[in-house]
């Protein structure tokens, strides 16, 4: 006998994501797997269910795409990623050029770059004392290192906050928010595209390794400005924004930063601990390929799981003590970068920006604190602050 458990909680509404977790253990309490009236979808927010959808990916598809919207029943925003919209055997061919082009040998050549960034940016807030830590200190970091590794041009690199809102926007459900921001999707879109060919990219770089994997034939000339693309579409705000969180959660923890401070080699811990406690990334789509009864429910062929990657994070029955910030904790089994065939391509790097970032941090400041009220961005696919006053010395 299958069930199906059914709740009107809407995971992308406003009051919902300004505090997601009390709501993430109301869904967690309903049962492993969870039809959304509002959406016609399920969710699953246990740890278990989590990892079994994420590493199912004969069933449990990318190519229905990667937000609310069903690309077997809609017709996509933009040409889809060739990576995390595409299934085997065209990801496996994807994702192998981008496992290679950002291989640990060369993620570890990019340290001392962004050491330098990292070091230069928080030289300056310290001659400032009091800021916005987002706009002022955290967004230039992978706004400037990133695109730097990829090899885009400097010029108005503010364009890629205006896409990845895009992107992300369109993870969630329609708003006026988003509407407007879409009327700019024709421009952007083919200003992004523009860049990732390989004539504009610096001949040195992630983008130009891409582009070399088409000399060989491995993928074509137009699949490579896909996933130089697909990096750039990826690897910016979700930094941004993991990095702001991981501030964020050291200022409110502030026995946490003083650990931290007094041993800047805890900086790749705390970072790791902050990704598993306040993710960035929240929530990933699914879409099944066939029907299949999963945790005790009858899913048809074509529907959409939302997949809380946020909710499993703070799983009582995966964490120890989850609602507690402990840079300390010996962290195995992170789920903030997604798990499975589509697992963060580039986490690696994203490791190396926060060990970085917060270690330079930790070196330089002796104090830190709040000096007023952070924000939210209300962007629903992808979780960070748009505020987050400080002071420091
Ligand atoms: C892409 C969920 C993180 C992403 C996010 C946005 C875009 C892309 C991938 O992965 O274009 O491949």
């Not at 200003?191 to 994997?213: E, K, Q």
Request: negative net charge.
């Amino acid at each position: 006998m299958t069930s199906r458990v059914t709740s009107d909680l809407d995971p992308f509404s406003p009051e919902f994501r300004a505090d997601p977790y009390p709501r993430y253990a109301e869904l967690r309490a309903l049962g492993p797997i969870v039809w959304l009236d509002r959406y016609g979808i399920w969710v699953v927010s246990h740890y278990e269910q989590v990892r079994a959808v994420l590493t199912d990916w004969e069933i449990f598809s990318n190519a229905g795409g990667g937000g609310l919207a069903n690309y077997f029943t809609t017709p996509p925003w933009r040409p889809p990623s060739i990576i995390l919209e595409a299934d085997p055997p065209l990801h496996t061919r994807t994702r192998a050029v981008l496992m290679r082009v950002v291989s640990a040998m060369a993620v570890r050549g990019m340290r001392h770059g962004f050491q330098q960034v990292a070091d230069s940016l928080i030289d300056r807030a310290l001659v400032r004392g009091t800021l916005d830590a987002i706009p002022d200190l955290v967004q230039p970091f992978p706004l400037t290192v990133f695109p730097d590794a990829v090899g885009l041009a400097k010029d108005v690199r503010e364009n890629l906050l205006t896409y990845g809102a895009m992107v992300f926007g369109a993870f969630g459900p329609s708003t006026p928010w988003h509407e407007e921001l879409m009327l700019q999707a024709p421009a952007v879109g083919d200003w992004i595209l523009a860049h990732c060919a390989r004539d504009a990219l610096t001949p040195v770089g992630l983008g130009a390794s891409i582009h070399a994997a088409a000399d060989t034939g491995e993928i074509t000339a137009e699949e490579a400005t896909l996933l130089v693309r697909s990096l750039l579409s990826a690897g910016v705000d979700t930094t941004i924004d993991s990095i702001g969180l991981a501030l964020r959660c050291l200022i409110d923890h502030p026995d946490q930063w003083r650990l931290l401070r007094d041993d800047p080699s805890l900086a790749r811990a705390a970072f790791e601990e902050a990704t598993r406690y306040d993710s960035s990334s929240q929530s990933l789509f699914r879409t099944t390929l066939r029907a299949v009864e999963f945790a005790g429910s009858d899913i048809g062929k074509h529907e959409k799981v939302l997949v809380l990657v946020g909710s499993a994070g703070r799983d009582p029955a995966r964490w120890d003590d989850p609602d507690r910030f402990d840079i300390r904790r010996k962290l195995t089994g992170q789920i903030g970068y997604g798990a499975g065939i589509h697992g963060c391509v580039a986490q690696m790097m994203a490791r190396l920006e926060g060990e970085v970032f917060f270690q330079s941090l930790a070196t330089k400041v002796k104090t830190l604190d709040s000096a007023g009220p952070s924000a939210l961005r209300l962007n629903p696919g992808l979780r960070g602050l748009t505020q987050l006053p400080i002071a420091m010395n």
